[in-house]
C-alpha cells in the first residue's frame, strides 16, 4: 500500500520557538494533503487541507498564522508551529491522497513545548 | 454538516469471543463510512469501508460492519477476537461519496481491550 512518512516522530521544543513537521508520501504524488491534530485520549479533528502549489484551506478556529502550511511538491507537505506554547503540545497526523478516494495516513509527530 | 458518535469509549472481550464497536453517524449527504484502527505508535490504517454499494461490508483481518440507514447506524464486528486486535478504533465520515474530496470526521475513538 501507500506509504506516507512523518517528520520528526518526536520533538521537544521551547516555548516562543518554531517547530516545522515534515508530511512525505514515499510513493505516489499526493494531490491533496490534510493535517490533523489529536489531544491524548481524543479524536482528530482536521485543521487544514492543502493542494499541491496552493493556498491551504484551514477549519474553523484554526489559526494560519500560526500553524504554517506548505504544499510545494506533490509528495511533501510541512506545517510549522510558529511561537509555539505549552498549548500547542499534541500530536499532529497527516494524510495524503493521490488520484484515488483514499486517505493515507503518517505515523504522527508528538509534539512538546516546554 | 456530519458527525460521528462512537457509543463505547472502552470495549472489552476475551480472546475468541465476538467483537461489537457501535458507531452512530449524520450527515447532510449520503455519506461514505469508515473505520480505522490505531495501533501505540503507528499510523491509521484503514479497516474498511462503505461508498454507497453493497451495505454489509467485509474489509481486513476479519472484520465486518454493516450499513444501516434507517439506524443511522455503521456498527464494526469481529466473530472472534484476537490479541493482536488491542488498538484504538475510530469510526469516520466523509460527505462525499468519493471518500477523499475533503477531509474525515472522527468519532472520539473505542479503545478495544483483549482479555486472554
Known amino acids: 500500500g501507500a506509504v506516507v512518512s512523518q517528520h520528526p516522530s518526536r520533538v521537544i521544543c521551547k516555548s516562543g520557538t518554531s517547530v516545522k513537521i515534515e508530511c512525505r508520501s514515499l510513493d505516489f504524488q499526493a494531490t491533496t494533503m490534510f493535517w490533523y491534530r489529536q489531544f491524548p485520549k481524543q479524536s482528530l479533528m482536521l485543521m487544514a487541507t492543502s493542494n499541491e502549489g496552493s493556498k491551504a484551506t484551514y477549519e474553523q478556529g484554526v489559526e494560519k498564522d500560526k500553524f504554517l502550511i506548505n504544499h510545494a511538491s506533490l509528495t511533501l507537505s510541512t506545517l510549522t508551529v510558529t511561537s509555539a506554547h505549552p498549548e500547542d503540545s499534541s500530536f499532529y497526523i497527516c494524510?495524503?491522497?493521490?488520484?484515488?478516494?483514499?486517505?493515507?495516513f503518517g505515523p504522527g509527530t508528538r509534539l512538546t513545548v516546554t | 454538516a456530519q458527525s460521528v458518535t462512537q457509543l463505547d469509549s472502552h470495549v472489552s472481550v476475551s480472546e475468541g469471543t465476538p467483537v461489537l464497536l457501535r458507531c452512530n453517524y449524520s450527515s447532510s449527504y449520503s455519506p461514505s463510512l469508515f473505520w480505522y484502527v490505531q495501533h501505540p505508535n503507528k499510523g491509521l490504517q484503514l479497516l474498511l469501508k462503505y461508498t454507497s454499494a453493497a451495505t454489509l461490508v467485509k474489509g481486513i483481518n476479519g472484520f465486518e460492519a454493516e450499513f444501516k440507514k434507517s439506524e443511522t447506524s455503521f456498527h464494526l464486528t469481529k466473530p472472534s477476537a484476537h490479541m493482536s486486535d488491542a488498538a484504538e478504533y475510530f469510526c469516520v465520515v466523509s460527505a462525499y461519496s468519493g471518500g477523499g474530496a475533503d477531509g474525515l470526521t472522527f468519532g472520539k475513538g473505542t479503545h478495544l481491550i483483549i482479555q486472554p
Open positions: 494524510s495524503a491522497k493521490g488520484q484515488g478516494w483514499e486517505q493515507y
